[in-house]
């Protein structure tokens, strides 16, 4: 699912563990402030892994993306069933939340995401209704920013479901079929 898909697809599972004995691979895209597992994995990540672009249990059954060659992020094994997690450090449909309004977000406090500009300071009340503002024209921003996945879901979907005989090219070629945009 993407974005509110992305939460109804998480809703029944409550939990990894639930999610991982019940499905064969799943995918969420631009997951919002309310998913709670994701919310529980980004809280629980590894020391060491940015918010914005977390490690969990050492990526053993969940990966989180924001470009193709994030997916082989950690080199550690990767278990059955996967899921993967399509995020943007400048998706604000992510990063909004009500705590912006009085209390500085981890995704501002360390190492910035790709796509996030080093001027953004965190302000009390400012900060929340500048990203507030920016979820109104989160998918005016080219593929690969903002609240825009659509050239990572091939990608995505190959690293979790790993069809025999699958190879980068077939992947390649999938990619424009998956975009409504006729330059892709």
């Known amino acids: 699912g993407e974005s509110l898909g992305s939460f109804g697809g998480e809703a029944p599972f409550l939990a990894l563990n639930n999610l991982v004995a019940r499905t064969d691979g799943a995918l969420f895209s631009g997951p919002t402030f309310n998913n ?16 914005w672009l977390p490690i969990y249990d050492m990526g053993d059954n969940v990966r989180f993306s924001a470009r193709a060659d994030n997916l082989g992020r950690p080199a550690d094994p990767w278990g059955h069933p996967r899921a993967v997690y399509l995020q943007h450090a400048s998706d604000p449909i992510a990063w909004w939340n009500v705590d912006l309004l009085f209390a500085k977000p981890d995704w501002l406090r360390e190492p910035r995401g790709y796509d996030v500009s080093p001027r953004m300071e965190w ?3 400012v900060t929340f209704l500048q990203v507030s503002a920016d979820m109104a024209v989160a998918v005016d921003v080219p593929d690969g920013h903002g609240h825009v996945y659509v050239k990572d879901v091939a990608n995505a979907w190959a ?24 330059n892709a």
């Open 159 to 182: 690293a979790i479901l790993q069809p025999p005989g699958w190879t980068p090219e077939k992947t390649q070629k999938l990619r424009p079929l998956l975009s409504n945009d006729e």
């Open 123 to 125: 302000i009390p009340i």
């Open 36 to 51: 709670t597992i994701w919310e529980e994995l980004t809280r629980n990540r590894d020391e060491g892994s940015p918010m």
